[in-house]
């Protein structure tokens, strides 16, 4: 069988209250809008990263971040992580997940409560998005998962050949 070729960039969302009021650097970009094409990282002047916290282990990752609400009153934002490209290239690939959405497992906390986390996936090959194309043929944006490679192995080898053409399989 053809072997699919895509990446998938994936931002995690969290949409947060930030309530306190404090001084330090506006360095932040990690807010993000809705645009045409997607999320933009723009930057808020309201909401400001004070801190950074990075763990890495064998088993997992974990990031701390602290977030200000540097004016007199609450303000709600977008906040944004990019995560890394998954590509289906990778022999070894070990996500902690069989959710084909978030796939990284991703969770978010505001105050230590759990808030939701809406996910927006890609799917980019020679930097052309090409999502719609596997959205309209029931592609799980998931290449690690066996269910995505179970739809894969129904697709017919006209299509693969079409894909294979635009650099999304390999033939």
């Known amino acids: 069988m053809p072997q699919l070729r895509l990446a998938l960039p994936a931002l995690c969302l969290a949409c947060a209250a930030a309530l306190f009021p404090a001084g330090g650097a506006r360095a932040n970009d990690s807010s993000a809008e809705l645009a045409a094409g997607g999320l933009v990282f723009i930057r808020n002047m309201e909401v400001e990263m004070a801190s950074e916290e990075l763990y890495i282990s ?3 990752v ?3 971040y602290v977030f ?3 004016t007199d009153k609450p303000v709600t934002a977008l906040i944004a992580f990019p995560m890394p490209d998954i590509t289906a290239s990778e022999e070894n690939i070990s996500l902690p997940t069989e959710d084909p959405v978030n796939i990284l497992d991703f969770k978010t906390r505001v105050n230590g409560t759990p808030v939701r986390t809406d996910v927006e996936q890609k799917v ?3 930097g052309i998005d090409r999502t719609a194309l596997l959205i309209e043929h029931k592609v799980p944006l998931a290449p690690h998962l066996q ?3 179970a739809v894969l192995d129904t697709l017919p080898r006209p299509l693969w050949d079409e894909w294979a053409k ?4 390999l033939a």
């Open 68 to 70: 200000r609400n540097v």
């Open 58 to 60: 064998t088993k997992e």
């Open 166 to 169: 635009i650099g999304l399989a």
């Open 124 to 126: 980019s090959v020679l």
């Open 147 to 149: 269910s995505t490679r």
């Open 62 to 64: 974990r990031v701390r």
